[in-house]
């Protein structure tokens, strides 16, 4: 049988309600999950360990970096291991322990539920058996299983507050699909030895999405108070206003402080192309770095990783960054990287 280990930080799959609000909290999370799910024991020798108790509004990239550890130095000890995690920001650890644990030959699967396990229209069922499942295929990524399907997890973004199919990966097809069987699709990555565990990582990092009235002035104001590196989430193919209310010149000022200025789409799907418009162009010009096609937490966790590791040189960091791929999270068009 597959050893499995079994990493709880939280989420609203055991949380119970509160008594004194009312509302879901973590408080109530103390369960013995194999006891209230034997059925588990079916699928794989599970232990598990818990790590945290968060809501994941409250997960900090220090959580990541603990959570990224506990695995690196279990690796040799468990053939996967999966990660009970709340949804709201599973995309962005499940993106930092992408990158984080850059040597996988094993799956790290991340999963989580819309509804607690004691409910009796409960999700956390399925996708806890599911997860444990894909756990001793030996998919050599960190991924999230949710509502029957395996995705990459620097792919991966909540797109639904409200059905079971809460996350989805527009920019990348599922790795699987759980029906009567399991579907492993083509493009899994190769399985990689593993690596030293690199933990270096640049919080200073500010995601802003570009809206019709986004005042320059305050993104200026936020250079001077210490930003490290920014996402700036463009319209459509990655387009931003040149014009009134220019940002083209906050992205020259941060340049000027070598504060790499990188572009998503506001869109879920599809890339960033900076030269399909003028405003695109301009950013450019200015030294914007494309994500072509990443979603905001993937490019965010990339940026903090890439500037931890070389905090004196951030815009070349940047550069050689997003200029390939670390673990699947982009695709770049012909004749980059
Ligand atoms: N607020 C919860 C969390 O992210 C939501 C969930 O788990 O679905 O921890």
Same mark, same amino acid.
């Given at each position: 049988?597959?050893?499995?280990?079994?990493?709880?930080?939280?989420?609203?799959?055991?949380?119970?309600?509160?008594?004194?609000?009312?509302?879901?909290?973590?408080?109530?999370?103390?369960?013995?999950?194999?006891?209230?799910?034997?059925?588990?024991?079916?699928? *794989?020798?599970?232990?598990?360990?818990?790590?945290?108790?968060?809501?994941?509004?409250?997960?900090?990239?220090?959580?990541?970096?603990?959570?990224?550890?506990?695995?690196?130095?279990?690796?040799?000890?468990?053939?996967?291991?999966?990660?009970?995690?709340?949804?709201?920001?599973?995309?962005?650890?499940?993106?930092?322990?992408?990158?984080?644990?850059?040597?996988?030959?094993?799956?790290?699967?991340?999963?989580?539920?819309?509804?607690?396990?004691?409910?009796?229209?409960?999700?956390?069922?399925?996708?806890?058996?599911?997860?444990?499942? %894909?756990?001793?295929?030996?998919?050599?990524?960190?991924?999230?299983?949710?509502?029957?399907?395996?995705?990459?997890?620097?792919?991966?973004?909540?797109?639904?507050?409200?059905?079971?199919?809460?996350?989805?990966?527009?920019?990348?097809?599922?790795?699987?699909?759980?029906?009567?069987?399991?579907?492993?699709?083509?493009?899994?990555?190769?399985?990689?030895?593993?690596?030293?565990?690199?933990?270096?990582?640049?919080?200073?990092?500010?995601?802003?999405?570009?809206?019709?009235?986004?005042?320059?002035?305050?993104?200026?104001?936020?250079?001077?108070?210490?930003?490290?590196? %920014? %996402?700036?989430?463009?319209?459509?193919?990655?387009?931003?206003?040149?014009?009134?209310?220019?940002?083209?010149?906050?992205?020259?000022?941060?340049?000027?402080?070598?504060?790499?200025?990188?572009?998503?789409?506001?869109?879920?799907?599809?890339?960033?192309?900076?030269?399909?418009?003028?405003?695109?162009?301009?950013?450019?010009?200015?030294?914007?770095?494309?994500?072509?096609?990443?979603?905001?937490?993937?490019?965010?966790?990339?940026?903090?990783?890439?500037?931890?590791?070389?905090?004196? *040189?951030?815009?070349?960091?940047?550069?050689?960054?997003?200029?390939?791929?670390?673990?699947?999270?982009?695709?770049?068009?012909?004749? %980059?990287?």
């Amino acid at each position: 049988m597959k050893r499995l280990l079994l990493v709880h930080t939280g989420g609203t799959l055991m949380m119970g309600q509160s008594t004194e609000s009312g509302a879901l909290s973590p408080d109530a999370y103390k369960r013995d999950l194999l006891a209230e799910l034997p059925v588990l024991k079916q699928l *794989a020798e599970i232990e598990t360990t818990f790590l945290f108790k968060l809501d994941s509004a409250d997960m900090q990239p220090e959580h990541w970096i603990e959570l990224g550890r506990k695995v690196h130095d279990n690796l040799s000890r468990y053939d996967g291991f999966v990660i009970v995690h709340g949804t709201d920001t599973m995309g962005y650890t499940a993106s930092a322990l992408a990158f984080l644990l850059s040597g996988l030959d094993r799956s790290v699967v991340l999963t989580g539920a819309q509804k607690p396990l004691n409910a009796i229209r409960t999700d956390a069922r399925t996708n806890l058996v599911d997860a444990c499942h %894909v756990a001793t295929l030996g998919i050599p990524e960190v991924g999230v299983v949710f509502n029957s399907r395996f995705f990459r997890g620097c792919r991966v973004t909540k797109l639904d507050a409200w059905s079971m199919n809460a996350f989805g990966s527009p920019s990348c097809p599922p790795l699987a699909e759980l029906g009567l069987g399991v579907q492993v699709e083509k493009h899994v990555l190769a399985a990689r030895s593993h690596a030293p565990y690199d933990d270096r990582l640049e919080p200073r990092v500010l995601a802003v999405r570009t809206f019709p009235g986004l005042d320059p002035k305050l993104l200026i104001g936020a250079l001077g108070s210490g930003v490290r590196g %920014v %996402v700036l989430e463009g319209f459509g193919a990655g387009n931003v206003p040149r014009l009134q209310r220019s940002l083209i010149p906050v992205i020259e000022h941060a340049r000027g402080l070598d504060v790499p200025v990188v572009i998503v789409s506001q869109c879920p799907r599809g890339a960033v192309d900076l030269s399909a418009y003028e405003g695109g162009v301009a950013a450019h010009g200015a030294g914007a770095i494309s994500a072509y096609d990443m979603t905001t937490e993937a490019a965010l966790t990339k940026l903090m990783i890439a500037l931890g590791r070389a905090p004196e *040189a951030r815009i070349q960091a940047a550069q050689d960054a997003f200029s390939h791929a670390w673990a699947g999270e982009v695709s770049l068009p012909s004749g %980059v990287g």
